[in-house]
């Protein structure tokens, strides 16, 4: 049985990582929030590449990860599902940014800024919240629906207590969270043009 020490994946603090930025020796950065989120801000240099495209695909992009690789998310709950994800590919030298973007802004670390847009954790609260409150209001002409603010509430826990969220993970698919130029063959062909560049 493993403990729950070795199972958490190497971290890298935002000051480490910008260390090794600075002197040239910069590890492959994947971003796995939504292209959305990509957008509105990200590390120079990272590549965005979504966590379910990146579970869905994560035997093809091993095929093109080779080197260190540091995986970033807005908190670093992502990163870790996207290191459990990569690693079970059996791709070697994984580590997870610790804070993720939130703790590089902290560090007044290099941003490239882009469209503001609303992050997922935001989104999940506003949709989440809206549907309590709507079935709360409601309940009073309808009691039944009393239950839905349950199931959001069993729902949110449960998300808590796997560190998984589902509704984030449908909220990531709309339109306004997909990139167009956030498909696997796009993605696979910067990491071969980084590559080549490497070499």
């Given at each position: ?44 240099g ?21 080197e ?32 993720g ?68 993970m ?30």
């Amino acid at each position: 049985m493993t403990t729950p020490e070795a199972a958490r994946p190497a971290t890298l603090d935002a000051a480490s990582l910008r260390e090794l930025i600075d002197s040239g020796r910069a590890p492959r950065l994947l971003d796995v929030r939504t292209p959305a989120e990509f957008e509105s801000l990200h590390i120079p240099g990272a590549y965005n590449v979504p966590l379910d495209l990146l579970r869905e695909h994560r035997e093809e992009l091993r095929n093109h990860l080779d080197e260190d690789v540091v995986l970033i998310c807005r908190s670093g709950a992502r990163a870790t599902q996207a290191e459990q994800a990569l690693a079970g590919a059996g791709l070697p030298n994984l580590k997870v940014l610790g804070g993720g973007m939130l703790a590089w802004q902290a560090a007044n670390a290099p941003i490239k800024h882009g469209a503001r847009r609303w992050d997922l954790e935001r989104q999940v609260r506003l949709v989440a919240g809206s549907i309590v409150l709507a079935s709360i209001v409601g309940s009073v002409f309808v009691p039944g629906l009393k239950w839905v603010a349950g199931f959001i509430g069993a729902g949110l826990t449960f998300a808590a207590v796997t560190n998984t969220c589902a509704m984030g993970m449908m909220l990531s698919k709309l339109p306004y969270n997909r990139g167009a130029s956030c498909d696997l063959d796009t993605i696979v062909g910067q990491l071969r043009e980084s590559t080549a560049g490497r070499a």
